[in-house]
């Protein structure tokens, strides 16, 4: 479950730049609406910019505008904000909703060219992460975003809602043991090709990998049904 979580929310509003931007164009975003406001301008812009094999592909099979927006209330409206609530009302986590506009503003207007970065989180400088983790490590967390390290052990939530709290934990470093590729620190993924996993620098382009997180680029490009491929730029929903 943590990894759709990633899908649908952090890709394109926690993976933001850090650097901010600039004044955003509307009201600030309630966190309560965060799912509809995120859903109507991300699922417009992949309509737009992508196949409809594309948006099966992105959306677990959703492939229209009504879809698409019902995935995003349903999976993320109905799952993870109530999780998120929960989080800022018991102090373990800081929500901003004018920098929830900024990136949903920016996401409206991005070329769909660019579309495939924005997916990966690169909404590099026009906003930053509306979310702040308050909890130092080892305290009790119910997702990634409540932490400072920004991991969350052993978190967990089911498709009725119910949360199984976790612990902050630091992220592995370069050459320390990992569990998965979202696991290690910034710049690095998990390396499984040894005899034990560890993190390593991400991959240059041309590089031989197995999965997007492995590359710098964020796309392991030919590796269908668990194969090999290549890391490069994904062409993923840029409109041609």
């Known amino acids: 479950m943590k990894r759709a979580a990633c899908l649908v929310i952090v890709s394109v509003l926690s993976g933001c730049d850090d650097g901010g931007g600039g004044d955003g164009g509307g009201d600030p975003v309630p966190l309560s609406d965060l799912a509809a406001e995120l859903g109507a301008a991300t699922c417009a812009k992949m309509v737009e910019c992508c196949t409809v094999e594309e948006l099966e592909d992105q959306l677990l099979g959703a492939s229209t505008l009504e879809e698409c927006e019902a ?29 929830t506009r900024r990136c949903i503003d920016a996401v409206a ?24 983790g308050l909890v130092e490590l080892a305290g009790e967390c119910a997702n990634d975003a409540d932490c400072v390290s920004t991991l969350c052990d052993g978190d967990r939530v089911d498709f009725e809602g119910n949360v ?68 490069g730029a994904s062409m993923a929903c840029d409109g041609l």
């Open 164 to 231: 199984t709290m976790g612990v902050c934990a630091r992220r592995p470093g370069n050459g320390e043991a990992c569990a998965d590729g979202d696991e290690c620190g910034a710049g690095l993924y998990c390396d499984t090709s040894g005899a034990s996993d560890l993190c390593a620098p991400t991959l240059a382009d041309g590089t031989t990998c197995r999965f997007d997180d492995d590359c710098t680029a964020g796309s392991c490009l030919g590796n269908d049904n668990g194969g090999m491929g290549t890391c």
């Open 71 to 99: 995935f995003y209330l349903g999976f993320l409206g109905q799952l993870f904000i109530p999780v998120m609530e929960d989080s800022v009302a018991d102090g373990r986590l800081r929500y901003d909703g004018d920098e």
């Open 109 to 132: 207007v991005v070329e769909c060219a660019d579309f495939p970065a924005t997916l990966r989180g690169g909404l590099a400088g026009s906003c930053s992460s509306p979310f702040t």
